[in-house]
């Protein structure tokens, strides 16, 4: 195959075939890491659970970790306040 043909192939209706299919190819391994890390975190629940802890309450917890303190603390101020008033 010669340069010209090379260069025809590789910019085929000006999109450069090359750099698209790093492209994808990058985004195909990166899905399939993320794969792999979902179902160690699966692993990791099953083995939570095994150990007599509460899933549910594990994933509210991440959740948590992830707010701002003030975000937290006016969440838990209002659930009370709603709790109250519903007498609970």
Request: no cysteine; net charge negative.
């Amino acid at each position: 195959m010669d340069a010209d043909n090379r260069h025809e192939d590789a910019a085929t209706g000006g999109i450069a075939a090359d750099r698209l299919r790093s492209i994808i190819e990058r985004v195909e391994r990166l899905e399939e890491e993320r794969k792999a890390l979902a179902g160690d975190i699966k692993d990791i629940f099953s083995e939570a659970k095994s150990a007599g802890f509460d899933v549910k309450v594990i994933r509210q917890i991440i959740k948590l970790r992830k707010q701002e303190p003030a975000e937290v603390e006016e969440q838990e101020t209002l659930l009370d306040i709603y709790r109250r008033a519903l007498g609970m």
